[in-house]
């Protein structure tokens, strides 16, 4: 019998790994490794959180992870001063190119050569990148090594010139974008002659893991969770905002927000001042097994953001029937469709979440319509396996 082909090796470059705002680059991870892939990790920042609070699959992806910013200054000496004088002339290319994007880009030049010789080390000639693109940039600068990359969006879309979105697209062998709306900024931002590199491949998740929790007819009160980073992209006052307003037209509402950042304290403020502490609970940062547990409480998912890439949450709420309200805002319109499986608001309006959210307390078969078509509109369109089978295609053709 002929001998079965050697696995596709790759080195997966994540900005921080595990993570509980990108659990999704988790099951990437390990469902290619399932189909056959040969997969090599290596994290620039260590995990957000401690072993103990991970589930069993996350502390089997740290032990198995290779963590940049912890290797230490002698590593990071010793892989410099090894490819100076082994490249001189790609060194210093690489160097001069950091320089020009700005000194604030050192610490990605020192990064991306830790990684240049890592993958050596492991014989590794390709490069595949979440949200550490500008590293992977400069590792296939210096080193005789491939890229791609996955782009999430909103960041890059919103000023591609600061991003330097056309140079990484020219430098990489090929560019992910996770839905049409990302597709169609990346063309935007690229020459007509690079668009032949872009690939739409879209996230998911398994529908078996995430399965429907019970359904609660009249719920008292009211379960409203939101899921994602406290930050000001997130517009979480619009919510908080709403959930005053539910609470002064005497409805029982509790909000539980799920996930911590930089605005935590402006919005327990917010919360105070409105003096609804007793409607809105902060969750903190949770892993997946604590976030499924929310999830099964819930009626109702909203998300208030002014700008989004493909939300997994709302994959994986409306893979539990959770019916979901969001704004129609890049590419959630690619997830939802409005008065079918979700409801769809106007970006920036307190008054629109709360009116949705609203006509969700008062129609309990709409709640249980939306959840059902929810599900359909997972399985059918953002099923992880299925969804990863065809990037493991996109590699296979493109690096065979």
């Not at 990484?168 to 690229?190: D, R, T």
């Not at 002659?193 to 399965?211: C, H, I, N, Y």
């Not at 409203?224 to 029982?252: T, Y």
């Not at 304290?265 to 001042?273: A, I, M, N, Q, T």
Request: charged share 20%.
């Amino acid at each position: 019998m002929p001998a079965a082909p050697a696995p596709i090796r790759l080195a997966y470059l994540l900005s921080q790994y595990p993570a509980v705002n990108h659990v999704f680059m988790l099951r990437e991870v390990r469902l290619l490794r399932t189909l056959g892939f040969e997969i090599h990790v290596a994290s620039i920042r260590d995990p957000d959180r401690p072993l103990a609070q991970m589930t069993a699959a996350e502390r089997e992806e740290v032990a198995a992870t290779y963590y940049v910013k912890s290797s230490g200054l002698r590593v990071v000496a010793s892989a410099h001063l090894h490819t100076l004088v082994t490249r001189p002339v790609s060194y210093c290319r690489g160097l001069t190119e950091a320089l020009r994007v700005g000194i604030s880009a050192a610490p990605y030049f020192a990064e991306a050569v830790v990684i240049g010789r890592w993958m050596a080390a492991h014989k590794i000639s390709h490069l595949h990148t979440h949200f550490a693109s500008t590293v992977a940039t400069m590792v296939a600068r210096v080193f005789p090594v491939t890229f791609s990359m996955t782009v999430h969006g909103p960041a890059e879309f919103q000023d591609p010139i600061k991003s330097r979105l056309a140079r990484k697209v020219e430098a990489s062998l090929f560019v992910c974008a996770i839905s049409q709306f990302g597709l169609s900024q990346i063309m935007y931002a690229n020459e007509h002659a690079q668009w032949g590199k872009l690939e739409r491949t879209m996230l998911g998740v398994d529908p078996s893991e995430f399965v429907p929790r019970p359904f609660r007819p009249n719920p008292e009160p009211f379960e409203i969770i939101c899921v994602g980073r406290l930050a000001a992209v997130k517009g979480q006052h619009l919510l908080i905002e709403a959930i005053d307003a539910l609470a002064s037209q005497g409805r029982r509402v509790r909000l539980r927000l799920a996930g911590d950042g930089p605005d935590r304290g402006e919005l327990e403020e917010d919360v105070r001042r409105r003096g609804i502490f007793g409607e809105v609970v902060f969750e903190g940062n949770v892993n997946q097994d604590r976030l499924k547990d929310l999830y099964r409480g819930s009626d109702v998912l909203v998300l208030s953001s002014f700008a989004e890439g493909l939300p997994v949450v709302l994959m994986e709420a409306m893979a539990m029937e959770i019916p979901c309200i969001a704004p129609w805002v890049n590419g959630i319109p690619e997830i939802i469709t409005h008065g079918v499986d979700g409801l769809l608001v106007p970006p920036g309006s307190g008054q629109a979440l709360t009116c949705a959210i609203a006509r969700l307390i008062d129609d309990a078969e709409l709640r249980r319509a939306l959840g059902e078509s929810a599900r359909r509109k997972i399985v059918d369109k953002f099923n992880a396996q299925r969804n990863i089978e065809q990037l493991a295609e996109i590699f296979r053709r493109r690096l065979s």
